[in-house]
């Protein structure tokens, strides 16, 4: 259990997305995960995609399937076309349909600039860019089949594109992975205004600095932690449940009026905290 998850998990209302059925990509670790379980403790049945760490995949699964829902691992390569459509198959094939996407998995391969390979710059465009473009395309085909269903959901379905704050602060000596997340704020506005027609709604979710695998390096020696927290007003380094908490209400009905928002989890990163001394 995390910092802040004692004292938040009780507030999540276990009848807010009941009868939805969630996948998220990359849910076997980090903000993936804590989001799969959020959607689950909200009473969504739950699909954790993974890549690799299938035990840690099937663990999330049992960690959902305790609140009383459904949950299942399906492995696949979100930048790999064919595995995409198989794994959206599979869902509808097993769990009727698909209500929510959080387009989540991600990854980073940093180098200095003169240093990039081409290999480091395809593979993060591959997965973070790419990846969310697939399962975008595939749910909103299911989305599009099947249309609303008002006891279920105002919308015919949501989608979560995980960003970062990256996709508005420039990130030197990761121009792969800034480079995507500013793609993924574009795809996600286009989409929104290209779907909301047809009552989808797509939104973004961008965190902050979230103790997660991916950023180890930022957070694990106190060296490391206080330049980081320099950079956070509020003063506290993220949790995984921070994000999944702000998922699940974005994908609810409380927020059905939400569309080609970005949401920005970060203890106020974004806010230039440079210039609250300066400038
Ligand atoms: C990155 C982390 C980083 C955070 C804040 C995230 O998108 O994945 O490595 O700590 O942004 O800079």
Redesign the pocket.
Same mark, same amino acid.
């Given at each position: 259990m995390s910092a802040t998850d004692g004292a938040t998990q009780n507030v999540i209302p276990g009848h807010l997305l009941k009868g939805q059925k969630a996948l998220v990509t990359g849910a076997n670790s980090g903000i993936g995960r804590a989001t799969a379980i959020a959607l689950g403790r909200a009473g969504a049945d739950v699909v954790v995609n993974y890549v690799a760490g299938r035990e840690d995949a099937e663990q999330v699964v049992e960690e959902i399937t305790a609140h009383g829902v459904r949950a299942a691992a399906y492995e696949a390569d979100v930048s790999d076309e064919d595995q995409v459509v198989a794994m959206m198959d599979r869902m509808v094939g097993e769990f009727g349909t698909i209500d929510i996407l959080v387009a989540n998995a !991600?990854l980073?391969r940093d180098a200095p600039f003169t240093e990039m390979s081409v290999a480091q710059w395809q593979k993060v465009l591959d997965v973070n860019l790419t990846g969310q473009f697939l399962c975008a395309r595939e749910a909103t085909r299911e989305f599009l089949r099947r249309g609303v269903v008002p006891e279920v959901s105002r919308a015919a379905g949501k989608i979560i594109c995980m960003s970062?704050?990256?996709q508005v602060?420039p990130?030197a000596g990761h121009v792969n992975?800034a480079s995507s997340?500013g793609g993924v704020q574009m795809m996600m506005q286009t989409l929104a205004q290209e779907l909301a027609p047809q009552k989808i709604r797509v939104n973004a979710v961008a965190? !902050? /600095? +979230?103790r997660t695998p +991916?950023?180890r390096d /930022?957070w694990e020696t106190p060296e490391a932690r206080e330049d980081?927290l320099r950079?956070i007003p509020y003063g506290r380094i993220g949790d995984p449940e921070d994000i999944g908490y702000a998922v699940v209400g974005l994908a609810s009905d409380l927020m059905d009026y939400v569309v080609g928002t970005t949401l920005y989890v970060d203890g106020g990163?974004t806010l230039f905290p440079g210039f609250a001394t300066g400038g």
């Open positions: !991600g980073q970062s704050v990256h602060i990130w992975y997340k965190p !902050g /600095a +979230i +991916i950023n /930022a980081l950079l990163m």
